[in-house]
T-cell receptor, first 113, second 114 residues
Framework: KQEVTQIPAALSVPEGENLVLNCSFT??????LQWFRQDPGKGLTSLLL?????REQTSGRLNASLDKSSGRSTLYIAASQPGDSATYLC????????????FGIGTKLQVIP | EAQVTQNPRYLITVTGKKLTVTCSQN?????MSWYRQDPGLGLRQIYY???????DKGDVPEGYKVSRKEKRNFPLILESPSPNQTSLYFC?????????????FGPGTRLTVL
């Protein structure tokens, strides 16, 4: 059974700092890995999708990397802003598609002005 | 606007009273899924649908039913709700079921069963 772990559970940083969020998974037979942000009381917003054949994806100040063999993905946020404060989740479907999707519990990020 | 919509957004009900949470997407997506989110447990998959008339159980299907009679709609039915089904529910969709495209989520339905 796939297990997805996100460390740290919570993180507080001053504005402007670069930071890294981690996502670890136990079964490397994944199809892709998707990073989301969730604001309090809101739905999930897709940030980046990395296919299993890719090593990294970039969108603006965000960069996500994927190392299937070690079962790890990182989300790098450059020059953090207070608006980045949210919970960040990673989702991992096993190979074969979206029949089985496992989420991490998330990292709650607070960026202090 | 491309989106996944859910109704109602908030619902308080009593044990045993049947209810339906609707989910609709306007993107012609093949795949749709329901998740529940609970503190400390994260999001867990309830049911999913790979296409019209094709549905299957996720990790926590007990007490739920779904149907996919048309591509855009994927309702979640609780025939006899119980307090342990109090949760935040999300519907999601993706263009393809195979995993090549990202999942998009609805705004969530907060359900309280008394």
């Amino acid at each position: 059974k796939q297990e997805v772990t996100q460390i740290p559970a919570a993180l507080s940083v001053p504005e402007g700092e670069n930071l890294v969020l981690n996502c670890s998974f136990t079964d490397s037979a994944i199809y892709n890995l998707q990073w989301f942000r969730q604001d309090p009381g809101k739905g999930l917003t897709s940030l980046l999708l990395i296919q299993s054949s890719q090593r990294e994806q970039t969108s603006g100040r965000l960069n996500a990397s994927l190392d299937k063999s070690s079962g790890r993905s990182t989300l790098y946020i450059a020059a953090s802003q207070p608006g980045d404060s949210a919970t960040y989740l990673c989702a991992v479907p096993l190979s074969g598609g979206y029949q089985k999707v496992t989420f991490g519990i998330g990292t709650k990020l607070q960026v202090i002005p | 606007e491309a989106q996944v919509t859910q109704n109602p957004r908030y619902l308080i009900t009593v044990t045993g009273k049947k209810l339906t949470v609707t989910c609709s997407q306007n993107m012609n997506h093949e795949y749709m899924s329901w998740y529940r989110q609970d503190p400390g447990l994260g999001l867990r998959q309830i049911y999913y649908s790979m296409n019209v008339e094709v549905t299957d159980k996720g990790d926590v299907p007990e007490g739920y039913k779904v149907s996919r009679k048309e591509k855009r709609n994927f309702p979640l039915i609780l025939e006899s709700p119980s307090p342990n089904q109090t949760s935040l529910y999300f519907c999601a969709s993706s263009l393809y079921s195979g995993g090549a495209t990202e999942q998009f989520f609805g705004p969530g339905t907060r359900l309280t069963v008394l």
